[in-house]
């Protein structure tokens, strides 16, 4: 893997891990299954595949800050909102 | 319009079950998970907006609690404000803080920093007071827009759309102004890990309430905290004549 590859992956991981925290199930359960996830990819050399990977994993960190946003957003609205 | 303030408090995270503590005297909160109060974070990121939008110069992070309070700051930081300010309230004295008194620190506040606008969620989801935006205007005596759904800047001061039952109330304002932030005002963004590490390096001012000259005596005594009636189970019926006459039994037809 390339370095500037390297750092990437390394910085989505990061930043997965610190999304895990909030995670409904605990950070736990969200660790284990990045882990894993990572773990299966981690022999791949092609650096295009890499690529995509990435691209992939900064979609799922948007997708989960989205959820983050609804779920408190609809919480909020049932607890305090009646229509 | 060049500072705006914003008041944020560190309560129980909205995601966990609150547990009322065996004698009554309030919630269970040792190690319990904490954040920021969301409407303070709505409040957070209108003010970063209005900066954005060069309506703002700078937002100063305000957070009344004890030193864990610094890390709902940092939270804010991490979202854009400049800088923050920790006045440090711990132990009984934060058990029997009450919105009068941090309204009070906001105030001193705002003039000592001489803030243009001070925005606070509208309301706490830990005591649920909704009193803190309304008595900081009072006691400034400034105006106030409260459950703010839309706040824009109009000539002289600001135009704010108000959430009030069945509808919606458009008001005009000059500035310096309270504002309160009412669940649809943003949608607030999340705290990215970078910028959590960047706000390390923000500047975090530490004072006390007595430095601010503010008494926190407490004016009113927590009696009970008790649990919501659990709801009663309901029961089969074999057939719609038994429902009808339980109906008519409760009243219900």
């Known amino acids: 893997m390339s370095q500037p590859q390297r750092k990437a992956v390394i910085d989505l991981y990061r930043t997965l891990l610190h999304l895990g925290r909030d995670w409904p199930q605990g950070y ?8 894993k996830v990572f773990l299966k990819n981690s022999e791949e050399k092609d650096p295009k595949k890499v690529e995509t990977m990435i691209k992939h994993g900064e979609y799922v960190v948007k997708e989960i800050e989205a959820l983050y946003k609804l779920k408190k957003y609809r919480t909020l609205k049932r607890r305090y909102y009646d229509d | 319009m060049s500072r705006v303030l914003v008041g944020v408090k560190r309560v129980i995270d909205y995601a966990v079950k609150i547990r009322v503590k065996p004698d009554k005297s309030g919630v269970v909160t040792d190690g319990v998970k904490h954040s920021m109060n969301p409407f303070d974070e709505i409040a957070v990121e209108e003010a970063v907006r209005m900066k954005e939008k060069k309506l703002a110069k700078e937002v100063i992070a305000v957070s009344c609690g004890p030193a864990q309070a610094q890390e709902t700051l940092r939270t804010a930081l991490a979202m854009g404000a400049d800088r923050a300010i920790h006045v440090e309230v711990a132990g009984a004295e934060y058990e029997t803080l009450q919105p009068i008194h941090v309204a009070k620190i906001l105030a ?4 000592d920093e001489k803030a243009d606008l001070v925005i606070v969620g509208k309301q706490a989801i830990d005591d649920d007071s909704n009193q803190t935006a309304q008595m900081t205007a009072a006691l400034l005596d400034w105006p106030q827009g409260t459950f703010a759904s839309k706040v824009e800047k109009s000539d002289a001061g600001l135009t704010v759309t108000r959430e009030i039952d069945g509808g919606l109330e458009v008001i005009k304002t000059k500035v310096p102004a309270v ?4 669940l649809r005002l943003n949608e607030p963004r999340y705290a990215t890990l970078p910028n959590i590490m960047k706000a ?17 005596a407490p004016r009113i005594k927590v009696i009970s905290v008790e649990d ?18 339980k109906l008519k039994e409760g009243g219900h037809v």
Do not use: E
């Open chain 1, 28 to 35: 736990n359960f969200f660790r284990q299954r990045l882990h």
């Open chain 2, 200 to 216: 390390k390096k923000k500047p975090m001012k530490k004072v006390s309430a007595k430095d601010l000259g503010v008494d926190l």
């Open chain 2, 228 to 245: 919501p009636p659990v709801r009663q189970a309901g029961s089969v019926v074999p057939d719609v004549d038994t429902l009808v006459a």
């Open chain 2, 108 to 111: 001193k506040i705002s003039q």
């Open chain 2, 179 to 182: 504002l309160s932030a009412d």
